[in-house]
């Protein structure tokens, strides 16, 4: 088992400090952090020298070298680097947690401008920031404070993020304009190229709104004398656009894809780490990709005792210790400290904190994305150290193995289960095993995947299901969450016909845990005469290893789950979003059922910006969803219902013959607002347009359709209208 602490500092455990002076450490730490880092030694260094101080994000250098490889190619970003005296490889400047020194980041400046001949580079460098490289996490926290007028007060914050070299105040601010006061600190040559950059940042604010860039004036420069750089910022308000016809969805939707593949590859690249030392220093690279800070600390005990790990990055070497011991204390480490449990179903492993300079902190919610993120580094810790201690028996060295890759690149739960069931032969020595999953809502365990077992045998056991309701041993295993073997002869009749089934005469169950919840069982079974000899707390423990490694896959493939899911619904109503249902009806297109014709119904609600203007938002935004409930439980199971945007609806209905089963839907549809909603309390009326397009065959496209319907749409509005004038 792996045990040195990683670094300079050996003895960290026999340390302790009150959480007082623990923050004070940390406030030490970042402060003096101009050196190299702690690791262990077995990364390569970079190119740069080892005195560069962390005042530049990789975050930055990964905008201006994107821009200059878009722009001249990757001849350009050498030439860009060779200018500039930078030794390091661009993917190297390039990731989030690498920093550069301001002198540097002046020059890189200087020689992307000089390279492409354009002065406005670092302008545009900063204003496509959103379109073109922005850390995906980083716009989903903008976007979730709310609103741009919300964004520039917390945006001194997200500075931190970026440069560790100035200090930003926001003077006043308004619904639609903000002034910005920027102030080198003591020490640092002012470049014109700087403001440029912040301009263009601070311009691009509105867009991740769906607004125009905002207008930034800048008539005050230190580059001119000024004590500081004031920027006065105007932008329009959201309610001059179309809410949903702007880019921030599809901003949002880019950001969300981003992120989960991000979660995809860091899961790969944990699990593919080789060594605990490896993994660790992984955790720490990643952990830049979930929340942009100066530093970062992990702090690991291992399950076997002795010195904790430690990986630091951006720390002075000499406060590395000190930091950790706090940290694994569970002390304050201060405001400006984001910290994290990494934590399994199973294990506390220690802490991750990503650490930011005194008087910054985190904005919004990076807790929660840093917490995430901490949950896949728990997952790999898990699964590696299940490993170092596997290596001690060689016997069951391969067998594990083999199903933690195949686990990893595993896309769902069943897919998990297909896995695990087949390794089970192999592990445990059983003959057939079997991968159940637990169904809360119903309260059933529902048989996935199996193993060793005939065709026909399989098929009359695939998703089987035990009623916990009519079989005690199922609560058992729910209530005590302990491994059972099961002998059929003294099972309820639901478990003894299930093991029939099988074939078992003896089966051994594992129930598979993610903290205190049951996500399902695994079972090994042996049919008469097969039984081991040896059957007893062997068996159960090499099952044991793998159901870890299950409940771990399982926890990884829900979140992916949740985030596909997150990346194509509306977060209000639940319905499928734009992009969704677009992709269903290309698929629908693409593939006609024979004699149908496809259907597609559009639908924006009448006065609904009364009801937001005279009862609020929220209001509305119930309004919403009682609206998506009626329709949904208007169409036919097999439609699709989706929220396209603001209060824009679209049905897809597939399988009819005839115009009539298209007039009946739509009937349904518009009778879904006959009754009144209740709203706050009151009975509320609102009417619908629909707009009704057949598609009978031949070539189209989804936007075609979709245009087809708004047209149609706008024309029963206004005829709608012109009937309510008529004298």
Sequence with gaps: MYTRQLGTERHVSGMTRTGRNARAVLNTALRSADGPTVTSGTRAATATAPSEPRETSGATTALVLGFVRRRGGDAAVEEVLRRAGICAEADELSRPDHWIGYDTRVRLFTAATEVLGDPSTMFRVGREALSHGMNPGL?????????????????????????????????????????????????????????????GLIGMVPTVFGLPPADVLHNECESDGFPACIYHVTWERRARRRWGRGTA???ELLALRQQLRTLQSAATDLVAGGDLDAVLHTIVDRAAQAVLAPAYLLAVAPPSGGQPLVVGEGLAAAEVGPLATALLAGESLGPHAVVVDVASARRFHGRLAALYQPGDGAIGDERSMLAAYAGHAAAALDLIMALEDARREADRNGALLAPAHELASAADARAVSEVVAAALPRVVGCTRASVMLWEPADGLLRTMATAGLSPQRAAAVQDSALSAEDTPEVVGILTRREPVVLDPASCSPPLRELIAGFGSAWVVAVPLLAGNTVLGVATAGWADGEVPDDLGAESVARLRGVGDQASTALSKARLLETVRHQATHDALTGLPNRRLFVDRVDEALAA????????????????????????????????????????????????????????????????????????????????????????????????????????????????????????????????????????
């Design 139 to 199: 716009v989903l926290l903008v976007r979730a404070i709310g609103s741009p007028r919300q964004v520039f007060r917390q945006l001194p914050r997200a500075v931190a993020k970026f440069s560790t070299t100035s200090t930003m105040e926001i003077l006043e601010s308004g619904a639609t304009h903000a002034t910005i006061r920027f102030t080198l600190h003591e020490g640092y040559a002012h470049s014109r190229l700087d403001c440029d950059y912040a301009r």
């Design 249 to 251: 969805p599809d901003a």
């Design 592 to 727: 006609p059922r024979p004699g149908e014709q496809l259907v597609v119904l559009f639908c924006d609600l009448d006065r609904f910006k009364q009801v937001n203007d005279t009862l609020g938002h929220a209001a509305g935004d119930e309004l919403l969803r009682q609206v998506a409930a009626r329709v949904l439980a208007a169409v036919r199971p097999g439609d699709t219902v989706g929220r396209l945007s603001g209060d824009e609806f679209a049905v897809l209905l597939r399988g009819l013959t005839d115009p009539e089963g298209a007039r009946s839907l739509a009937d349904r549809v518009l009778g879904c607002f006959d009754e009144p909603f209740r709203l706050e309390g009151s009975d509320v009326r609102i009417g619908a347009s629909l707009g009704v397009v057949l598609h009978p065959g031949g070539k189209a496209t989804a936007e075609q359709l979709l245009r087809s319907a708004d047209t149609a749409m706008y024309a029963d509005k206004h005829r709608d209208r012109s009937v309510g004038q008529a004298p």
